[in-house]
């Protein structure tokens, strides 16, 4: 049976994400792995990290196995070359259609799953080209509405507001956005986790889900009536649930996903726990796309030292999506699986 094919983009030129997806390479991860980056940068980041990796021009053709350390290569060149720890704006143009041909290739059947390495979005708006993220940007290329989640094998957390400051936040929760999302977080466990019945708790933005308005009007007014709603459609769904309680092991065998009302309502446990093993993902897109948890970690750039284990476990991820969707067949050789948790040593990237 053929490999599933990952279009793996390496980010920020300047950035670790060239060096983690040459370590990536060097696992035995049962994947047709394409890197969407220039070839030569490639081979520098392999020298950096001091690995013979093999590296083939991709033509699209299937892979029935693949050895540790080789790599295809759909070949984009850098206006510039990289100096790392230091990003050029000129190089701007060259991630970004990284991204789209990533996109577009999922889109096009080319590709299983898109896996995305860190990228430098100050760099690209300084070349005067307004990002704001991976997110926003493949909803945009494929017209979708998307959600933000987080993953480790433990938990899965997604976002009904993400990088907004907390004044703005009560505003952005509305019974349409609120209801826009759960669909999407509902149909996705179904179609990408395998989920058959979804059980999402949702959490209250007020403190102790707001103690029957005495701490706030928001669940009243907008949490309980969007549940009630899409309850009667037949979703399972608990709360809305005090945030200081939700995560506790008693409540956590009641849910298989948690909805939270802002980025740190619910991240800090989630990368407390597991940070290394935990994995972005946009739901919501006509394809798979997961992603490592940090940054371009500029400090470590070219020293060939950065942790794979967060790009490790987003490939993982995909590929177990893959196969659970049934678009695609097996991750891992037993005992390096998503399912098994596990991530290789080596340095933090934070």
Not at 87 to 114: F, I, K, M, Q, T
Request: aromatic share 4%.
């Amino acid at each position: 049976m053929p490999l599933p094919r990952l279009a793996v983009t390496a980010g920020e030129p300047a950035g670790i994400g060239p060096e983690l997806l040459i370590r990536l390479a060097a696992t035995p991860l049962a994947a047709s792995l394409v890197a969407i980056a220039d070839r030569q940068m490639m081979k520098r980041a392999a020298q950096r990290c001091g690995l013979q990796v093999e590296l083939v021009d991709d033509d699209g053709s299937a892979q029935i196995e693949r050895q540790p350390g080789t790599l295809r290569v759909r070949h984009l060149p850098l206006a510039v070359d990289e100096l790392p720890g230091r990003p050029d704006p000129r190089n701007a143009r060259y991630v970004l259609d990284s991204l789209a041909e990533a996109a577009d290739g999922c889109v096009g059947g080319r590709y299983d799953a898109v896996v995305t390495a860190p990228l430098q979005k100050s760099s690209i708006n300084d070349a005067g080209i307004p990002f704001s993220g991976h997110t926003e940007f493949f909803a945009e290329r494929t017209r979708a509405n998307v959600v933000m989640m987080l993953a480790s094998p433990e938990l899965r957390v997604a976002l009904a507001t993400t990088h907004l400051p907390l004044a703005a936040v009560p505003a952005a929760i509305t019974i349409a956005t609120l209801t826009r999302t759960l669909r999407i977080v509902h149909a996705d466990l179904r179609s990408k986790f395998g989920i058959a019945e979804p059980r999402i708790a949702v959490l209250g933005l007020n403190p102790h889900a707001g103690e029957g308005g005495h701490m706030g009007h928001e669940e009243i007014d907008t949490l309980i009536p969007t549940l009630d709603a899409l309850r009667g459609e037949g979703m399972q769904l608990l709360g809305p649930m005090p945030a200081d309680t939700a995560f506790v092991p008693a409540q956590r065998r009641h849910y298989d996903a948690v909805l939270a009302m802002y980025h740190d309502q619910a991240l800090p446990v989630l990368k407390s726990e597991a940070f290394e093993r935990t994995v972005n993902l946009t739901l919501g897109l006509p394809f798979i796309r997961t992603s490592v948890d940090h940054g371009t970690a500029l400090d470590l750039a070219g020293t060939g030292q950065a942790n794979p284990a967060s790009l490790i476990a987003a490939a993982g991820m995909a590929l177990d999506l893959i196969a659970r969707s049934g678009s695609g067949a097996a991750s891992f050789p037993h005992g390096q699986g998503w399912e098994e948790g596990s991530s290789p040593p080596g340095t933090s990237i934070e």
